[in-house]
């Protein structure tokens, strides 16, 4: 290639794009399950990443990558994040997707209704599934898995999937 191509540089403060990250990681590895180690290093460095902008240090502050110039801030005219705790909820989705461990589920289902207040801020945005957006996918995830497996730890999959009803059919 002929042309400049800027490289940004993301610290751990960076959580909205951790978050995809993740959650991709995670969808991959299930993709890859049948190349077992390919699958497992996917897994690994998705936990390694939700572990590291996850941690809950004094001092420690999480937040969109758009807002760091040398990070993304180019990207802010394409992409211009106003949250991360529903991508942090969506990453965590995927990793108990990919792991079966419900430490992943526990996290998701505890800051749903974080990722729901920050959704409220985007009052415009409720109940619509995209890349600034993933509380109503986070929702229905949870419910399916859930129901499917009949997992329970705390939260009712009749109540996601009664308020995310709701949501829908008032919007």
């Not at 390694?48 to 801030?73: R, S």
């Not at 109540?159 to 059919?169: C, F, G, I, R």
Request: aromatic content about 12%; charged content about 25%.
């Amino acid at each position: 290639m002929r042309y400049t191509r800027p490289v940004s540089s993301c610290d751990e403060t960076a959580s909205d794009l951790a978050g995809e990250i993740i959650a991709a990681l995670s969808a991959a590895s299930l993709v890859f399950k049948d190349d077992k180690m390919y699958s497992t290093n996917l897994t690994k460095t998705a936990m390694e990443l939700f572990d590291i902008v996850t941690k809950d240090e004094p001092g420690f502050v999480q937040g969109m990558y758009t807002t760091k110039d040398e990070c993304g801030g180019q990207a802010r005219e394409f992409y211009n994040s106003t949250g991360y705790k529903d991508e942090l909820v969506w990453g965590g989705t995927w990793l108990f997707f990919a792991t079966g461990n419900t430490s992943y589920l526990r996290y998701t289902t505890e800051n749903l209704v974080l990722a729901e207040e920050e959704e409220e801020e985007l009052s415009v945005d409720k109940g619509i599934f995209y890349w600034n957006n993933k509380f109503t996918a986070n929702t229905v995830c949870i419910h399916v898995n859930l129901v499917t497996t009949e997992k329970t730890i705390g939260i009712s999959s009749q109540n996601l999937l009664t308020k995310l009803a709701t949501e829908v059919l008032l919007h």
